[in-house]
């Protein structure tokens, strides 16, 4: 028998854990976690401004490009960045937003995490792998190029992961292709069926507008722009009814409703179940530059991207969002500075609670790891993380033991499944420069493919002397150099090697393609088979000519 004071007290801690339940349930509720997916010049990091803008973050636009007489807390953040050489800012910025469709009595804030996928020279395969930390991808398209091959990567790895996404063209301001012309192209290179909720009035370089499209396609309102001086301030903007609309905009008015309905007549409305199982797309037209349409993909991340949900762990159990604190790594940063070997790791919340100082679990390990010297990554100021919850992305200092694919947990036991290696593109020989040094050399190349630096691949052929790195992006070779030196005292030689993709193959077809030419077979350290190919056209005639060879594309293959 339960003696009464003992049966309040579990009473108490059942409740008490009720209110915590739904504390974290309503904090993950409120948060959208999500990147921007796009090829170099579409607008990225004036789009990232924008929303910010519009977040009030930050006061004025304009800091991306450094125009005069402008300060913001965004060019601040790179001076620090700068000053610290490590770009910390850029991974994470978090925001609070209220959705203008919210209900005046819903007084809750929507918390937005924006995800950086690194780009330009820096596109790596920590690009791929911040896909792994969102629930939601926004794919910007620059409306004179369409789609372009970083998106189309990246896009891949947004559908075999099952990330849903918001299709954002940019730069409508500037002449362009026609709208219809952009979804066709949609449609037809990458089979996502374009569901447009915001239609523009004006053709691109003409942009007035936006017509909002209800769900039988016909106009629900007009929101009208007005430019601000260099785009640095929120453009004003004036609602109306069609009947306004009419009398404002007169033809071009018009081809947009036209335009809207066919839309409808083709099937491409939106529907929340096929968003989210990644067969149609909501689409938003908008330039970043003139903060055009940037509340409205706010707006639609608030209403349309999921929420932090539970994830499977690696026997396929969900890790509830309410369930104890647990996280995964996306990504380390190594400081190249000799004297500091810094590092830091960035995780994304899982489940539970993070409270700054809380000793967790290092799953890999079974060992514990402390949080003294947690951050967040990083609102209107860049401060040390107290809390944080599902969706949030939170960087860890010192954190030497941690490589991508890790799990922190708290309490209750998990361990995630490892992000996938991505298709590599870029493949060198690695040498050590002295043979006196083979040891060491043997130890950093260990250390930097257990952290996913780059993928090592290895045969009988070449032997273990000089491995083959390969890698999504060419920077990693630096990185790896770098830290070789830094870290391990090792001079390491790297010669590039003429193959440009990678096919994973089996174990039957291995001699075959060795004896072709222009083709090669390592095993990586994950135990797959790759072939790697000189080009194209050497693939497209082995799989004619030897049909039975097992040729298949990586995730990301080009
Ligand atoms: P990224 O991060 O994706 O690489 O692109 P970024 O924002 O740096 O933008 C690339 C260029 O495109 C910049 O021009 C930027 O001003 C311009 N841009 C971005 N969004 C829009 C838009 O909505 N409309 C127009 N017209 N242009 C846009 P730049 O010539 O490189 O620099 P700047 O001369 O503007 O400073």
């Not at 918001?166 to 979804?183: A, C, F, S």
């Amino acid at each position: 028998d339960i003696i009464p004071a003992e049966a309040e007290s579990v009473a108490t801690t059942a409740s008490s854990q009720d209110k915590l339940d739904k504390g974290v349930r309503a904090e993950a509720q409120r948060r959208r976690t999500f990147a921007v997916i796009s090829h170099p010049d579409a607008g990225k990091s004036t789009l990232t401004e924008a929303l910010a803008l519009h977040a009030k973050v930050i006061s004025e636009a304009g800091a991306v490009h450094g125009k005069a007489g402008r300060k913001s807390t965004v060019s601040d953040w790179m001076e620090m960045e700068k000053a610290r050489g490590i770009s910390v800012s850029s991974t994470a910025l978090q925001f609070n937003y209220r959705s203008t469709e919210a209900s005046p009595d819903d007084l809750t804030d929507n918390v937005i995490n924006l995800v950086d996928t690194p780009g330009h020279s820096d596109f790596s395969e920590d690009t791929y792998r911040v896909l792994t930390a969102v629930d939601a991808a926004v794919m910007l398209i620059d409306a004179a190029k369409g789609l372009e091959p970083q998106t189309l990567k990246l896009f891949q790895v947004c559908r075999h992961r099952g990330i849903p996404v918001i299709t954002v063209i940019n730069k409508w301001d500037r002449p362009g292709q026609t709208p219809l012309e952009l979804l066709d192209e949609i449609h037809e290179r990458i089979g996502l069926t374009p569901t447009p909720l915001y239609w523009p009035v004006g053709i691109a370089g003409d942009f007035r507008g936006l017509l909002r499209r209800g769900e039988d396609g016909a106009p629900r309102e007009y929101i009208r722009f007005t430019r601000t001086a260099g785009g640095a301030k929120i453009a004003p903007e004036e609602v109306m009814d069609a009947d306004a609309a009419l009398a404002k905009e007169g033809s071009e008015w018009v081809t947009a409703a036209e335009e809207s309905e066919l839309l409808s007549a083709t099937g491409q409305d939106h529907d929340q179940e096929l968003f989210l199982g990644g067969q149609t797309s909501p689409v938003i037209f908008a330039s970043a530059m003139l903060n055009f349409g940037v509340r409205q993909i706010l707006d639609t991340l608030v209403e349309l991207a999921p929420p932090p949900r539970a994830r499977e762990d690696v026997t396929g159990t969900p890790r509830e969002v309410t369930d104890p604190f647990s996280a995964v790594v996306f990504k380390v940063q190594a400081g190249m500075d000799t004297a500091h070997r810094d590092r830091l790791a960035f995780m994304r919340i899982v489940s539970g609670v993070f409270e700054r100082g809380m000793v967790v679990t290092h799953a890999q390990t079974g060992k514990p790891f402390t949080t003294k010297y947690a951050q967040t990554v990083f609102g209107r100021e860049r401060s040390t993380v107290e809390s944080a919850y599902p969706g949030d992305v939170v960087g860890l200092v010192n954190a030497t033991a941690l490589a991508p694919g890790h799990t922190l947990y708290f309490e209750k036991k998990v361990e995630f499944p490892p992000i996938p290696s991505f298709a590599p593109e870029h493949f060198s020989i690695l040498r050590a420069e002295s043979a006196g040094k083979y040891k060491q050399f043997r130890r950093a190349v260990d250390q930097l493919d257990s952290e996913g630096v780059v993928q090592i691949l290895r045969n009988d052929l070449r032997g273990d002397a000089s491995p083959v790195m390969a890698a999504v992006g060419p920077m990693q070779f630096e990185v790896v150099a770098a830290r070789m030196k830094a870290e391990f005292n090792v001079e390491a030689r790297m010669e590039p090697l003429a193959y440009a993709l990678a096919r994973r193959t089996d174990p039957q077809s291995v001699d075959e393609l060795n004896r072709q030419r222009g083709v090669e077979v390592f095993t990586r350290s994950d135990g797959v088979l790759l072939a790697l190919v000189s080009d194209k056209w050497r693939l497209q005639y082995i799989q004619k000519e030897l049909p039975d060879l097992t040729l298949e594309p990586l995730v990301a293959a080009a």
